[in-house]
């Protein structure tokens, strides 16, 4: 054992229980004999109440402990440095929790130490054995393991033994630990960690019980890291300890180990300058800038911009990963307006990033992610990656001038331009095509409202108050207008309505229905109406047909009339007279039918919706 380990403070001492909300003032001077201990190892948690981000399994390990429903096994999975082997050490301690008296039981209120509490936390107790299955992974090693697991346990309740990194057994030593693990003597314990569970073969896994342990929130972590600080007698900025947090990408560990190299750095107070510098990012505001560059399409401000934050010390690599972010960001706030309270974002990220969510399109947004996406693989690969991230930017600017896929459409359809920019780079702002630079290229973003949204959106406002469409009937209408009687009849004779609302529609298809009608209709809607429907067949029972409702309607109306008394008289008068069609002349005169006929209203003249060879009579055939 180290002598750091050796040098470890007493169990009363309230710093080495780890995440203590009261601060503890630390000696500025160290002696020879005391050599630093990082603060990884220094806070480590001691009992379930230090662990931070995993309250739903402390929750579950205490009901069960509580309950005592112990099982024989654990498997704790998760990224690194989210706490694994530490709650592996904290669970051994609470299978053996022994007051000095003799008495206690298995427990998870360990703010007290036990007698052997603090051998088990220092890794050095005899009856609780760490086992590093990177490189003990043979056969041979589980051998040795399943032939001292039958024997007592030396001073403790429980033998228990913490295999880290199980994943690294092999197959025949997985093989050999079945049957021990699946019913190990009632005074032995396994407990398990990994960061690779799809690595661990079915038959362990359904052996143990199985925690997945979280990533830390990042809002959970700055407390925890200005706690630490406080502890240290170090002063912090808010924004450098969040720099912090999101380097360690929700890994305790890593945000230790990144604000100990931060202090020693800062060598006095940490401020977020300070951490950009040692981790080589680039200034929030400044990516932002970079952002609005890019999406108005000025490629050589973004070009000067990236020169300047590399020259400055930044990876390229990483400028692209915070454009990424940002992206992300940007488009979170456009889908979820109240991710704006996260306590996280800074100032800037909170106003400027909302501002460009009402702004920039979801498919600008996600074509700029997904070519970001792809540059930051070729900047990774690259010889010169300034190089490449460069020409990164050249196509995101390039790409933020040229309109979507569907305005490109409309506009070689309309006749009402060119699509790109001709050059390939603009030379000046232009009219809004939908395209990202055109919202933002008038004027900076925060200067003044931008009107450039609603001149694009004025075409398909005017599309929309052209063509009004409803219901299938109005469908069926356009079909008809259009004389697409394919369509047509398809509509009315195998769709069965689910559901119709404004940019979709749902239905389900009969029997004998060609499997194409979903997407010849969203074809032709876009076509007739300029706007994009979602035509979706589902499997579901469906409405009655238009057809089914004419001959509905048109049952009504024939068996109205042969109840009325005088229609009666007459069929009984003229034995085989028969009604044929029935009409409201009060209708008929006034031009407009009380009761629409849906067999003709959407039809033009001269096509029958029925393929009747019965004539059409406007009374009564004697």
């Known amino acids: 054992m180290s002598d750091d380990t050796n040098a470890s403070p007493p169990a009363d001492e309230p710093g080495f229980a780890g995440f203590?909300?009261?601060?503890?003032?630390?000696?500025?001077?160290?002696?020879?004999?005391?050599p630093y201990r990082v603060l990884a190892r220094k806070y480590r948690p001691a009992h379930f109440g230090d662990l931070i981000g995993q309250d739903a399994m402390v929750r579950t390990l205490t009901n069960a402990f509580a309950a005592g429903r112990i099982p024989q096994a654990w498997m704790l999975t998760g990224v690194r440095g989210v706490g694994k082997t530490t709650t592996a050490r904290i669970l051994a301690r609470a299978l053996n929790y022994q007051t000095p008296d003799g008495g206690g039981g298995p427990t998870t209120d360990l703010r007290e130490f036990g007698i052997h509490c603090k051998e088990i936390i220092e890794g050095r107790h005899i009856d609780v054995q760490e086992i590093d299955a990177a490189s003990n992974n043979g056969v041979d090693n589980i051998r040795q393991i399943n032939?001292?697991?039958?024997?007592?346990p030396v001073s403790a309740r429980y033998k228990v033994y913490i295999v880290d990194e199980v994943h690294m057994l092999s197959t025949g030593a997985f093989n050999a630990f079945l049957k021990t693990l699946e019913e190990p003597p009632p005074h032995a314990r396994f407990i398990f960690a990994t960061t690779e569970i799809r690595k661990v073969p079915v038959t362990v896994l359904s052996r143990c019980q199985r925690f997945d342990l979280r990533r830390i929130d990042t809002g959970v972590m700055l407390p925890y890291l200005a706690n630490i600080c406080r502890q240290e007698g170090i002063e912090a900025d808010d924004e450098a300890l969040a720099a912090v947090a999101r380097a360690g990408e929700g890994s305790a560990r890593d945000c230790l180990s990144i604000l100990d190299q931060a202090i020693a750095h800062a060598a006095g107070p940490i401020t977020l300058d300070e951490v950009r510098t040692m981790l080589g990012l680039a200034d929030r505001a400044r990516v932002i800038d970079l952002f609005e560059a890019v999406m108005k399409g000025d490629i050589a401000a973004a070009l000067g911009e990236l020169r300047a934050q590399y020259d400055a010390g930044a990876d390229p690599s990483v400028v692209l990963g915070d454009l990424a972010e940002f992206t992300h960001l940007v488009t979170r706030l456009k889908l979820v307006p109240d991710a704006v309270k996260d306590n996280s974002l800074a100032?800037?990220?909170?106003?400027?990033?909302?501002?460009?969510?009402?702004?920039?399109?979801?498919?600008?947004?996600?074509?700029?992610?997904?070519?970001?996406?792809?540059?930051?693989?070729?900047?990774?690969?690259?010889?010169?990656?300034?190089?490449?991230?460069?020409?990164?930017?050249?196509?995101?600017?390039h790409a933020a001038d040229l309109p979507t896929p569907d305005e490109a459409l409309k506009m070689l359809r309309d006749g009402s331009g060119s699509v790109g920019g001709g050059q390939g780079m603009p030379s000046a702002p232009r009219p809004p095509s939908g395209g990202g630079n055109t919202a933002l290229a008038a004027r900076p973003i925060l200067a003044s409202a931008n009107p450039m949204p609603e001149m694009a959106a004025a075409p398909r406002a005017q599309a929309q108050a052209a063509v009004m469409v409803a219901s299938l009937e109005d469908v069926v209408a356009l079909a008809s207008q259009h004389r697409d009687i394919t369509l047509k009849l398809a509509l009315e004779r195998d769709v069965r309505p689910v559901r119709f609302e404004q940019g979709r529609i749902e239905f389900a298809l009969g029997s004998s229905a060609s499997r194409t009608v979903a997407t010849d209709l969203s074809r032709r809607l876009k076509e007739w109406t300029g706007q994009t429907w979602m035509v979706a067949v589902v499997n579901a029972e469906g409405g009655a047909t238009l057809r089914e409702q004419a001959e509905a309607v048109k049952g009504r109306r024939e068996s109205d009339a042969a109840s009325h008394p005088a229609v009666k008289a007459v069929l009984e008068r003229f034995p085989g007279a028969r009604i044929v069609d029935v009409r409201d002349p009060r209708a008929a005169e006034a031009d407009t039918p009380a009761t629409p006929a849906l067999e003709n209203e959407y039809l033009p003249d001269g096509e029958p919706l029925f393929d009747d060879s019965e004539p059409d009579f406007d009374g009564i055939d004697f």
């Open 347 to 397: 100032q800037a990220e909170r106003v400027r990033g909302g501002d460009f969510a009402q702004r920039l399109s979801i498919r600008v947004l996600a074509r700029t992610w997904q070519m970001l996406l792809k540059g930051l693989a070729e900047v990774k690969q690259a010889d010169r990656p300034i190089m490449a991230a460069e020409m990164v930017l050249v196509r995101l600017a």
């Open 20 to 34: 203590d909300p009261a601060p503890v003032a630390v000696p500025v001077a160290m002696s020879a004999a005391s």
């Open 147 to 152: 032939d001292a697991v039958r024997y007592a």
